[in-house]
């Protein structure tokens, strides 16, 4: 088992700036992939961006594409969500994922279905 920690959402002003992490504790490994999911009221789950064991791959939802780093730090089991510029849009409740698929190490997967664990989120609020 993977237990997934989410912190650092709060309430906003468009344009802020935010750094969400994910502390991963449990049957952790660094081969592991990792990323970030969010879901608004009303809408399904949706893909914001991952990365792999090294965080030397990643991949961006168009919508966050530009404005958001993701990274981690293997040696404190945790992963970083840099979000800049940040819209109402963003508004979301943030969820940290982990594959544990080691057969395609450099795919990073957009699909919910693909992620075995998942953390409880952290509410992210955007005021206009």
């Known amino acids: 088992q993977v237990q997934l920690v989410e912190s650092g959402g709060g309430l906003v002003q468009a344009g802020d700036s935010l750094r969400l992490s994910c502390a991963a504790s449990g049957r952790t490994s660094s081969s592991y992939k990792m990323a970030w999911f969010r879901q608004a009221p009303g809408k399904e789950r949706e893909f914001v961006a991952g990365c792999n064991w090294s965080g030397g791959i990643t991949a961006y939802a168009d919508s966050v594409k530009g404005r958001s780093t993701i990274s981690r730090d293997n040696a404190k089991n945790t992963v970083y969500l840099q979000m800049n510029s940040l819209k109402p849009d963003d508004t979301a409740v943030y969820y940290c994922?982990?594959?544990?698929?080691?057969?395609?190490?450099?795919?990073?997967?957009?699909?919910?279905?693909?992620?075995?664990?998942w953390g409880r989120g952290t509410q992210v609020t955007v005021a206009s």
């Open positions: 994922a982990c594959d544990t698929d080691i057969v395609y190490p450099s795919t990073l997967y957009r699909d919910v279905g693909q992620y075995d664990y």
